[in-house]
C-alpha cells in the first residue's frame, strides 16, 4: 500500500468548497492539522463555532473527498473552535459523526446521545485518583464476566494514558472491513478497542477536552462491539471530560469505584463516586484493590496501606462492597506480560477474587435490567 503523505490530504481538500465564501477549506485555513496512519487518515477543521451546526456537510464533504484517495481505509473529520488545535485524533473511522445505520439520534458536537446497538450494558470502571490499579480491575473484572460465561467487550476509554495495549500484548492494528467500523481485537474471549491500539505507545496525547470527547464517542460509537451482554468501559482517573461525556451521553447501566484503602485514595473515590451520582448513574459498589499484601515466598500479610478503608466507606455510603483484591506480585507481572491474571492463573485464589466481584456486579446488572436510562443534564453550582 503507497504511504499516504499529509501533501496529499491537503491537496484533496483543496477541492472542498466552502459555499458561504466560495474557498475551498484549505484556502480558508480551516484545515488545522492532518494525521495519516496505516491508511487511516484524521482532520481537524478549525470553525467559527457559530457557523458549527451549518458547517456539518462540509465536515461530511472532507470525509468523502479524503476516503475516495486510493490506499485510504478510513477518514473522519473533526470541528473544532480551538484556534491552536494539536494534532487530530488518529481515529481509523469514517462514520459522520451522527446518526444513520440504526445508531439512533443525531450526533452534533457537544449534541444527542450516543447508542451503541447490540450492547445489553455499559459499566464504567472508575477512580477519582490515578495509581489504584484502576486497569488492573477493569480488564480482569471484564476477564472474570467473560469466564463466568457473559459475552464482554472491554473499551480503553483513558486517551491519555491507555493500558490495554500491554496489558493484553496487544501489537497488531485494529482493521475495517467497510472503512466504516473498526473491528474490535480479540483477546481471552474479550472484544476490546483503544487509542492505543492506533497511536504509537511514545506519542503524547496533548489534546484538549473536545478532542478527547470525539476519540470516546467515535470507539464507542464506530467500532463492531456485535452482541455483548456487557462492554467495560476503564476510565481515566478524576471526573474530567471523558467521565462527563459518558455519563451525559451514553446509557450507563452503572459504575463501579475502585480505591485503595488508604484516606487519600477514600477521599478522591468519593469525589467519583458522588459525581456518578449526581448525573444519575448507578453505582453498582467499590472495589478495595491493594487492600493487603501477601509476600510472595512466606504467605505473610502485610496491611501496608491500611485494610478495609474502602469498605467501611461503602457502608457510609450505602454502596455495596465488591471485594477486596490484595496487592501481590503474580498480578503485577501477569498484568505486565499481557496475560492479566484471571486468564493466565484461572484457578489462583486471586483469579477467583475477581469471578467473584463479576459475579457481584452481574447480578447486580440483571436485577436492575429496564430500559435504556434517558441522558441527564449536568448543572454545574
Known amino acids: 500500500m503507497a504511504e499516504i503523505t499529509e501533501s496529499a490530504v491537503r491537496t484533496v481538500l483543496e477541492t472542498v468548497i466552502d459555499p458561504a465564501t466560495a474557498r475551498s477549506v484549505v484556502a480558508s485555513g480551516m484545515v488545522s492539522g492532518i494525521a495519516t496512519r496505516g491508511g487511516h487518515v484524521a482532520v481537524t477543521l478549525d470553525v467559527d463555532p457559530a457557523r458549527g451546526p451549518a458547517l456539518e456537510p462540509l465536515r461530511l464533504a472532507c470525509e468523502q473527498a479524503v476516503r475516495a484517495m486510493p490506499g485510504v481505509l478510513s477518514a473522519t473529520a473533526v470541528m473544532t473552535a480551538e484556534r ?68 464482554t467487550g472491554l473499551l480503553d476509554a483513558d486517551i491519555y494514558g491507555p493500558s490495554m495495549p500491554r496489558m493484553l500484548a496487544v501489537k497488531e492494528k485494529p482493521e475495517s472491513a467497510d472503512g466504516k467500523q473498526l473491528k474490535p481485537i480479540e483477546r481471552y474471549g474479550l472484544r476490546t478497542m483503544s487509542i492505543g491500539y492506533i497511536v504509537n505507545e511514545e506519542t503524547p496525547m496533548i489534546w484538549r477536552g473536545p478532542m478527547v470527547s470525539s476519540a470516546l464517542e467515535q470507539m464507542l460509537r464506530d467500532v463492531q462491539w456485535g452482541e455483548l451482554d456487557v462492554l467495560v468501559v476503564d476510565m481515566p482517573p478524576g471526573t474530567g471530560d471523558a467521565q462527563l461525556t459518558l455519563a451525559q451521553r451514553v446509557a450507563l447501566a452503572g459504575a463501579v469505584i475502585v480505591s485503595t484503602p488508604q484516606d487519600i485514595a477514600l477521599v478522591d473515590a468519593r469525589k467519583g463516586l458522588n459525581m456518578f451520582r449526581k448525573v444519575a448513574v448507578p453505582v453498582l459498589g467499590i472495589v ?69 466481584i463479576a459475579g457481584r456486579v452481574w447480578k447486580q446488572l440483571s436485577a436492575n435490567q429496564r430500559g435504556p436510562r434517558s441522558a441527564p443534564r449536568i448543572v454545574m453550582q
Open 84 to 151: 491552536a488545535a494539536p494534532p487530530p485524533p488518529p481515529m481509523p473511522s469514517a462514520r459522520p459523526a451522527r446518526g444513520g445505520h440504526g445508531h439512533g439520534p443525531g450526533h452534533a458536537p457537544g449534541g444527542g446521545r450516543i447508542d451503541v446497538p447490540g450492547v445489553k450494558h455499559i459499566i464504567a470502571i472508575a477512580s477519582g485518583k490515578g495509581g489504584v490499579g484502576k486497569s488492573t480491575t477493569a480488564v480482569n473484572l471484564a476477564l472474570g464476566l467473560a469466564a463466568n460465561g457473559v459475552a
Open 288 to 356: 478495595e484493590n491493594m487492600s493487603y499484601f501477601l509476600c510472595p515466598k512466606c504467605g505473610e500479610r502485610s496491611e501496608i496501606f491500611g485494610h478495609g478503608g474502602a469498605h467501611e466507606e461503602a457502608d457510609k455510603l450505602g454502596v455495596p462492597f465488591l471485594g477486596e483484591i490484595p496487592l501481590h506480585l503474580d498480578i503485577r507481572t501477569t498484568s505486565d506480560s499481557g496475560h492479566p491474571i484471571v486468564a493466565a492463573q484461572p484457578d489462583s485464589p486471586h483469579a477467583q477474587a475477581y469471578r467473584n
